[in-house]
């Protein structure tokens, strides 16, 4: 006699056969069984191949199920990927958006307002309002996020978690050209996820420059894909950046020509458009350097420091400043620079 088994897993299938399931389900199972016995004890053969077909079709249905609940489970997955996507691109279009934003609310104040001094440093009403404004942007989308500043120093909590997003953010790097009518300034945005920057943009209105840059994505300048950075013979014409004042305890070699623009992610982001080999820069903070690294990193530039160790953003968070200078370059040339520069 054939034996037939039946599994009633009714929790494993979608409402979309329903009808076989639970009560129902148990009972059609119960009569098929005791029919088929039935007939082929009274060799009633018909019948009895009626019914083993039946349960041929009802078992396919089964496995059509499962066919159809894994492909729902795939598409689910599919569907989740492409919304991920779908929300870092809208996440670099946002940055994208408020850092355009910020650059047409500084040329507002150009030329219009007085320097003011901070410190060791100047500021002006520029400074705060834009700043103030990225804020207001960042935080109307996402409250929960810790935002470093230049100005106001930091808002949120900083958790150390990984994963954590954040935000490094210049209102105007280079306040001293700005105040002093130049147009070496930048507004610069940069969204950080713990220890690494993921998106940033970088907008000089006056040079009209705008760079953005996305991890594992595209890096553009004016909406154009940037080259990769490739290696060239170097010679005594050849420029890098260096710093605009003299620094203590730093003494620069480098035998080409040196220039000096007074901001920082200027002078890195000239190294990743190729208009200079290096950019040697004092010890700063992440809200200088988190926008343009990025971008010099994903045309295959580096941005280490001066004893090659790798920048932890996350260290770097409550605005300390870095303990030594920064070397930008292609990686080849990183060497280079390493001996050229010292560091008491």
Not at 10 to 21: A, I, K, L, V
Not at 76 to 95: A, M, V
Not at 172 to 195: E, H, K, R
């Amino acid at each position: 006699m054939a034996t037939f088994i039946y599994n009633c897993n009714c929790c494993r299938y979608s409402e979309f056969f329903c009808f076989f399931y639970c009560s129902s389900h148990h009972l059609f199972c119960s009569f098929v069984s005791k029919t088929i016995y039935f007939f082929e004890r009274h060799k009633k053969t018909p019948f009895y191949f009626f019914l083993y077909r039946l349960n041929s079709i009802y078992r396919s249905i089964l496995k059509l199920n499962i066919f159809i609940k894994n492909s729902e489970e795939i598409i689910t997955i599919f569907i989740g990927l492409r919304k991920l996507r779908e929300k870092e691109s809208d996440i670099q279009t946002f940055i994208e958006d408020i850092t355009k934003l910020a650059g047409s609310l500084a040329l507002e104040f150009y030329g219009k307002v007085s320097k003011e001094r901070k410190q060791d440093s100047i500021v002006s009403k520029a400074d705060r309002t834009v700043e103030n404004f990225l804020v207001s942007k960042i935080l109307e989308r996402f409250p929960d996020d810790y935002i470093l500043m230049e100005e106001h120093g930091s808002k949120g909590i900083f958790n150390y978690d990984k994963s954590q997003r954040w935000w490094a953010i210049d209102p105007i790097d280079g306040t001293g050209p700005f105040l002093s009518n130049l147009p070496f300034w930048s507004v610069s945005v940069a969204m950080l996820q713990g220890s690494e920057v993921v998106c940033s943009s970088l907008n000089m209105p006056l040079l009209g420059m705008f760079f953005s840059s996305k991890k594992e994505g595209k890096t553009t300048l004016n909406g154009n894909s940037l080259s990769k950075l490739s290696k060239n013979v170097r010679d005594e014409f050849d420029f890098s950046f260096v710093p605009c004042s003299p620094v203590n305890g730093l003494i620069i070699k480098y035998p080409g020509k040196r220039l000096a623009l007074a901001a920082s992610s200027i002078h890195i982001a000239f190294v990743a458009c190729g208009s200079a080999k290096g950019a040697i820069i004092e010890p700063n903070r992440a809200y200088d350097i988190a926008a343009a690294s990025l971008i010099l990193e994903q045309v295959g530039g580096c941005i280490r420091y001066l004893n090659g160790s790798e920048i932890d953003f996350a260290k770097l968070h409550d605005g300390e400043k870095m303990k030594t200078p920064i070397i930008a370059s292609h990686p080849e040339e990183f060497s280079f620079f390493q001996k050229e520069v010292f560091w008491k």
